[in-house]
């Protein structure tokens, strides 16, 4: 099986790319390094330094793919709010075109990497998947136009796609710097660095992570599962949350508390769909991923 992979330079993507070529898969890597590393990329695949937002450029390469995993984004809610006009070209017209590529190389199948924050605030948890959206920033917007696109595409083109609501992702390679930063990310930069961890705040916002490794696992069963094809929006949570500030107890060092900025309060995921239609559910303990992080300082 051929497989290309948007953003396989990056955090999730890198280690979908290390698995699907462990599996055998044949591997394709579009990637433009504005947030992905090279150092991610797996020798085993072939890289092509290319923009989803060019459709031209990346259209030749979807010939003869079997699976697209479409991971490429500005992926970060603060950056969206802050830089509106880039964001959305990089996460709807980069999505677009990724769909667009898709269906003229007659793809078998897109799977769509959204969030978990199309929900937002709710009123009741779990978040489960046929909740109407509250959308709280355009990254989460974005994410949300890129799940209609591929009902879209599903209906009017046939082209089978799938759509992984991903909760609040952790793991080796997350990044640290800036507006992409994730917090177990930047708390393990401050434990390395012997800086206080820095919690927004009073801290008792929580969230369900999600180890990498059971998001990569969650992204080749939507590849292969007979179930799906028509736009599914499924939720990938390690279906517990954790509040911010027991997490940064967890890393052990001193807490600097610093001002709140819009999010939501809370996240949670209904994961029986992805049980029943995936045959998937978290493997991986929250304490345990944690832990593992801590022994690369």
């Known amino acids: 099986m051929k497989t290309l992979v948007t953003g396989g330079a990056g ?11 462990k599996q055998g898969y044949e591997v394709i890597v579009i990637d433009n390094l504005s947030n992905g590393k090279k150092e991610n990329l797996n020798p085993k695949a072939k890289f092509y330094k290319k923009d989803v937002r060019d459709l031209k450029s990346i259209a030749p390469h979807f010939k003869g793919v079997d699976f697209v995993f479409h991971l490429a984004a500005l992926p970060r809610v603060q950056f969206s709010i802050e830089h509106p006009i ?74 089978e796609t799938v759509c992984l609501r991903y909760f609040n992702a952790y793991g080796p390679r997350a990044s640290t ?29 929580s969230r369900d992570f999600t180890h990498v490794f059971d998001i ?34 967890l890393f052990d060092g001193p807490i600097k508390f610093i001002p709140a900025r819009i999010e939501p309060k809370k996240t949670l995921a209904d994961i029986r769909l992805a049980k029943k239609l995936l045959n998937w559910e978290p493997k991986v303990k929250f304490d345990d991923g944690i832990r593992e992080l801590l022994k690369t300082i």
């Open 11 to 21: 955090f999730i993507g890198s280690h979908l790319v290390d698995e699907l070529i």
């Open 86 to 159: 880039e964001a959305n070209d990089n996460n709807i017209n980069g999505t677009l075109n990724v769909l667009e590529a898709a269906k003229l190389a007659k793809v078998k199948r897109v799977i769509y990497s959204s969030s978990s924050s199309i929900y937002g605030d709710q009123p009741k948890y779990p978040y489960k998947e046929n909740m109407p959206p509250n959308l709280m920033s355009p990254y989460a917007l974005h994410k949300y136009v890129g799940e209609l696109y591929c009902k879209m595409y599903s209906f009017l083109h046939e082209l």
């Open 177 to 205: 710097e800036g507006a992409y930063a994730l917090v177990t990310a930047v708390f393990l930069k401050q434990k390395k660095n012997g800086e206080p961890l820095t919690v927004t705040g009073n801290g008792k916002q």
């Open 216 to 249: 990569v696992r969650a992204n080749i069963l939507a590849a292969r599962s007979k179930k799906i094809g028509k736009a599914e929006v499924i939720n990938i949570g390690g279906g517990n949350d954790q509040q911010i500030i027991k997490v940064a107890r």
